[in-house]
């Protein structure tokens, strides 16, 4: 079983713990924020908070839309969308009353994903994974109560979901998001789960099952399984990594369709597969 050390790739940053309440009211927030801490740019984290608003599916929003989806007050928005589209990282369209990405967002995404050595390293191992599965092999890092794909792997045969990267999943039902919370120190992961907890409302208790039964199953077999938790037709096992040179705390998962992988076959073929393609990767990373 991969060592998972507590590093501070697990860490809860004070951005997390910003509430919306919190980010309505300026002086509020900004003690929320901050911890106190005079460094926290409350504006700053505005404004990323208007260009985290945008998904691949919502990709053209009006000022109100944006407001509802940062939690920030409208007035607000107004101001920030017209500096991020001055500054070219939002485009408006007039007819519309609405704004989407531009490409000078895109470059801040491509160069972190550039720089993200584990990619180049993975990938191989990856590919390997998913030509002998006849599935889909993904290489994933947390963002607050989500898993944002980094790297994507498919074999000719997969018929998997249409997932590429930037794609977010929850971390709560997933079988990569189950596999990194089990590795999670106890601390990070109590405050993930409370928050996990007001998210799921009244589905809490069964998720919060499964996310127990995951931590069981890392803890026997080094991997955490979803079977139908995450969508009904969708099965998948998860293993973590924690590079030791502290980039990050990530996690590879291995899905198809329920009717190509059986629940027996995760469990005493992929599963332990993807815990060995898990070694290797950490191996290679620190022989470089």
Known sequence: MPVIPASGGFAVTAYETWSTEARRDV????????????????????????????????????NQEIATRAGLPKATVSRLTYTLTKLGYLTHHER???????????????????????????????????????????????????????EHCRSSASLMLRLDLGARIPIATTAMGRALLAATPEKERVWLMDHIARREGERWPKVRAGIEQAIKDFAAQGFAISVGDWQ???RAVGVPLVPADGSGAFAFNCGAPAFQLTRERLEHDIGPRLVNMARNVEAALNSR
């Open 232 to 234: 009904p037709d969708v």
């Open 96 to 150: 519309l009353s609405k704004y989407q990405l531009a490409p000078a967002a895109l470059s801040i995404g491509y160069s972190a994903l550039a720089n993200m050595r584990i990619r180049q390293i993975a990938r191989p191992y990856m590919q390997e994974l998913a030509n002998y599965t006849g599935a889909s092999v993904a290489l994933g890092s947390r963002d607050r109560l989500n898993l944002i794909y980094i």
């Open 27 to 62: 002086g509020v927030g900004a003690a929320q924020a901050s911890g106190h801490d005079r460094k926290f740019v409350v504006a700053l984290a505005r404004g990323l908070d208007v260009l985290r608003a945008f998904t691949a599916t919502e990709g053209l929003l009006g």
